[in-house]
C-alpha cells in the first residue's frame, strides 16, 4: 500500500544553519507530494507541493523536489530561522484521490 | 472568512460517554474529512465526504460515525468513549478535483481528546 517515511526528530539547529528532512514514498502510480507544516497549537498547513515528476515545489525559502527515481522528496532551506520552529510532515496523496497519507512528522527546533 | 473551524477546543470525557466534535467550514468545499493525531504515528483519516449525503471510511473508523447533512458542517461522533481514543483530531476541506480532493486541504485548529 501508500506510505510515507520520513527522519525521525527532533532536529535541532541554530540559526542561519541548512535544513535537510528526508522523506521517501512507496506508491502506486504517480501520487502528489506534499509538505504540510504544523506550528505549536496549530493545524496543519501547506508548506508546498509537487504534482508530477521533476517538479520543484518551494515556499518561504522551503524547496523540494520530486524525485520518482528515488521515491524521494526531501525538504531543504538554505538558512533556518527560530520562526520555522514547527513539526513537518511528508505526506502523498491516493491513487483514488480519496485522502493525504501523512508521514510521522518530523520536529524542528532552532535556536538563536 | 473563518476557514475550518472546530470546537471544542479541549474535551474531558469518562469511557463509555459520547460526544460530538464540530467541524465547519466556509469556503463551500466538497470535501471534508476527519483525521486524528498521534504521537509519533503523524494523521491518519477516520471518515471523509466528498459531499452532503456521502461519506466513507478511512483508514481507522471503527467507534466513530460521520454524517454530512450540509455542505458547511461535517460532525464527528463518538458513540462510546475509549481510552484508545485519546488524541488530537483535525477537521480538513478541500474542493474537488477530477480525481479526488484538490491539492490543498485546508485544516482547523484541532480538538484535544482525553478519555479518562
Known amino acids: 500500500g501508500n506510505s510515507v517515511t520520513q527522519m525521525e526528530g527532533p532536529v535541532t539547529l541554530s540559526e542561519e544553519a541548512f535544513l535537510t528532512i528526508n522523506c521517501t514514498y512507496t506508491?502506486?502510480?504517480?501520487?502528489?507530494l506534499f509538505w504540510y507544516v504544523q506550528y505549536p497549537g496549530e493545524g496543519l498547513q501547506l508548506l508546498l507541493k509537487?504534482?508530477?515528476?521533476?517538479d520543484k515545489g518551494s515556499n518561504k525559502g522551503f524547496e523540494a523536489t520530486y524525485r520518482k527515481e528515488t521515491t524521494s522528496f526531501h525538504l531543504e532551506k538554505g538558512s533556518v530561522q527560530v520562526s520555522d520552529s514547527a513539526v513537518y510532515f511528508c505526506?502523498?496523496?491516493?491513487?483514488?484521490?480519496?485522502?493525504?497519507?501523512f508521514g510521522k512528522g518530523t520536529t524542528l527546533s532552532v535556536s538563536s | 472568512n473563518a476557514g475550518v473551524t472546530q470546537t471544542p477546543k479541549f474535551q474531558v470525557l469518562k469511557t463509555g460517554q459520547s460526544m460530538t466534535l464540530q467541524c465547519a467550514q466556509d469556503m463551500n468545499h466538497e470535501y471534508m474529512s476527519w483525521y486524528r493525531q498521534d504521537p509519533g504515528m503523524g494523521l491518519r483519516l477516520i471518515h471523509y465526504?466528498?459531499?452532503?449525503?456521502?461519506?466513507d471510511q478511512g483508514e481507522v473508523p471503527n467507534g466513530y460515525n460521520v454524517s454530512r447533512s450540509t455542505t458547511e458542517d461535517f460532525p464527528l461522533r463518538l458513540l462510546s468513549a475509549a481510552p484508545s481514543q485519546t488524541s488530537v483530531y483535525f477537521c480538513?476541506?478541500?474542493?474537488?478535483?477530477?480525481?479526488?480532493?484538490?491539492?490543498?486541504?485546508?485544516f482547523g485548529p484541532g480538538t484535544r481528546l482525553t478519555v479518562l
Open positions: 465526504s466528498v459531499g452532503a449525503g456521502i461519506t
Open positions: 505526506a502523498l496523496s491516493d491513487q483514488a484521490g480519496t485522502a493525504l497519507i
Open positions: 506508491a502506486t502510480g504517480y501520487p502528489s
Open positions: 480538513a476541506s478541500s474542493s474537488l478535483g477530477a480525481g479526488g480532493p484538490k491539492d490543498e486541504q485546508f
Open positions: 509537487a504534482t508530477k515528476a521533476d
